[in-house]
Nanobody, 116 residues
């Protein structure tokens, strides 16, 4: 069973920054991609960003130019630097391993709250 060490969530005022970290218990290079999705109350879970084993990145339109996903290969850890946070970014952020188009392994999530 895959386990995730997720950290970095919290509360911040609008315009502030947070950095999320995710370290799976398996190699981040063994699967297609690693990244985050988020889910706000009453809304569906949505893509935030992911980075493939080859290093390609993908962002949702709502966060590109504000969020940056990166990884530390030696630490087997992926990071999500979130800048210029807005109240609409408030959600539970779930780290995920994308095994294929139909298979994703989810972490337990970390709360991000942005106040006006």
């Amino acid at each position: 069973q895959v386990q995730f060490e997720e950290s970095g969530g919290g509360s911040v005022q609008a315009g502030g920054s947070l950095r999320l970290s995710c370290r799976p218990s398996i190699s981040i290079f063994d699967f297609y991609a690693v990244g985050w999705s988020r889910q706000a109350p009453g809304k569906e879970r949505e893509l935030v960003a992911h980075i493939t084993a080859g290093g390609s990145t993908n962002y949702s339109d709502s966060v590109k130019d504000r969020f940056t996903i990166s990884r530390d290969n030696a630490k087997n850890t992926v990071y999500l630097q979130m800048s210029y946070l807005q109240p609409e970014d408030t959600a539970v952020y779930y780290c995920k391993i994308i095994r294929s188009a139909v298979s994703t392994i989810w972490g337990l999530g970390t709360q991000v709250t942005v106040s006006p």
